[in-house]
């Protein structure tokens, strides 16, 4: 049987500075897995490529076993693989009804002559979509905003809009970058929860960047380490918080000691 993901020796430049170097990972179905590393240490850049964001200079990516190295995004959202942004991407002026339900806009089948005609079939597969993304808001207890602006969402609410329209794609794979960035200690709680629940209800593969430790340490069955686009190790949330060369890529080689950054991942 074929993993779900496999990513092959990527490697990608930004100018003449090298931001991953031979980058190579595989998820199993139903994994979670954590990708942390320093900031500028490459995890957006490998998550840009995975998802078709930045063109792939070297290496492969074989997803549910198919070739999809260079696909666009919006084929590889098609084929299964969702994700969210380390800054929020909403649509602020559109209602977060109206932003689930544009997560998606490639599920639809009535063609353009169909819609300016409003045809009947047009209607009941919008009315299908629009339910979903209702349930979806329920799901994420964002049901009260649904008529509201998302602009005016709490920033919390945002990033959980952001997870209601990733999973109304149906996706198998679900990458987050920094679901936890700028929440509080009880947003932090709540939403190590969610990610739990909705892993288990929406049968998701998850890849999930994470700067705060607790965050991985609670979710993650294994951990990959990335530093200036280098992987330096690699093992479960224990042996990774005392594995020396995460240690020395956090603290420095002089100021490296027992435990890991506190908060950080």
């Known amino acids: 049987m074929w993993p779900l993901l496999q990513v092959i020796e990527l490697s990608h430049h930004f100018g003449g500075l090298c931001v991953v ?11 979670l ?16 490529l995975i998802t078709g964001l930045l063109w792939v200079e070297q290496g492969r990516i074989l997803f549910q076993g198919a070739e999809v190295t260079r696909w ?3 084929r590889l959202t098609s084929a299964g693989l969702a994700r969210t942004f380390q800054n929020i991407r909403l649509f ?16 639809h089948h009535y063609g353009l002559w169909q819609a300016l005609g409003r045809s009947a079939g047009f209607g009941r597969e919008e009315g299908h979509w629009r339910r979903r993304a209702y349930e979806l808001l329920e799901r994420f207890n964002l049901s009260r905003y649904a008529h509201t602006p998302a602009r005016h969402l709490p920033y919390g609410e945002q990033r959980r809009l952001e997870m209601a329209r990733a999973l ?10 920094e679901p936890a960035a700028g ?12 990610i739990r629940d909705i892993k288990q209800d929406f049968s ?3 890849l999930l960047i994470e700067h705060q430790m607790r965050v991985v340490s609670e979710l993650c069955q294994r951990v990959v380490v990335l530093d200036f686009g280098v992987t330096i190790a690699e093992g479960t949330p224990r042996e990774i918080q005392t594995d020396p060369r995460v240690l020395e890529a956090y603290l420095g080689k002089e100021e490296s000691g027992p435990g890991a950054p506190e908060g950080q991942a």
């Open 21 to 31: 170097s031979d980058f190579s990972l595989t998820l199993k179905d139903g994994e």
């Open 33 to 48: 897995v954590g990708l942390i590393g320093p900031n500028g240490a490459g995890k957006t850049t490998v998550f840009n």
């Open 72 to 74: 666009p995004s919006h």
């Open 92 to 107: 602020k002026d559109l209602t977060a009804l109206d932003n689930v339900r544009l997560g998606a806009f490639h599920r």
């Open 168 to 177: 109304i794609s149906s996706p198998r794979l679900l990458l987050l970058d």
């Open 183 to 194: 929440m509080n200690e009880g947003e932090v709680e709540e939403l190590i929860r969610l």
């Open 204 to 206: 998701l593969t998850i």
